[in-house]
């Protein structure tokens, strides 16, 4: 009988959902509390005339006040993703598939964007996106259930 990587969890209710996240979901985790925190540290900055760079998929914050907008959204976004998958919060695959989903629609209105420019690029980020998405729906079940 080939041995699925869910089985443990069939049989024992009481492991960590955590456990279902791979390494690399557990380090962006953190990575994006923590970043999550110096997006509101920048905008209180932006306050009192103290800027900084502040980019994510290729949407820069100084580039106006939309993209300000959207990637204070993508930081804090991430952010509390990455608290609701590693606090094993119920809601945590629901909002890590919209977070996904809004990443993958910010990548390719980017590129979009590149292309009307002049400057057709890939967001790298897609990739691990599409990832994340993918895992995300095979993990749902064992961590709803």
């Not at 809601?91 to 890590?96: N, Q, R, W």
């Not at 809004?102 to 420019?117: D, K």
Request: charged fraction near 15%; hydrophobic fraction near 55%.
């Amino acid at each position: 009988m080939k041995k699925n990587e869910f089985d443990e969890f069939e049989r024992n209710s009481k492991i960590r959902r955590r456990n279902l996240l791979p390494w690399w979901i557990k380090f962006f985790c953190w990575l994006f509390m923590f970043t999550s925190v110096l997006a509101i540290v920048r905008v209180i900055l932006s306050y009192f005339y103290i800027y900084s760079d502040f980019e994510f998929y290729g949407l820069n914050a100084n580039d106006g006040l939309l993209n300000t907008l959207i990637v204070f959204i993508v930081f804090t976004l991430h952010g509390l993703t990455g608290y609701s998958l590693w606090f094993e919060k119920g809601y945590g695959i629901v909002l890590a598939k919209v977070d996904a989903i809004f990443g993958i629609l910010v990548c390719v209105y980017t590129m979009f964007l590149g292309y009307q420019i002049g400057n057709l690029t890939f967001r790298l980020e897609l990739v691990l996106l599409v990832l994340f998405l993918i895992k995300l729906i095979k993990i749902k079940p064992y961590w709803m259930g």
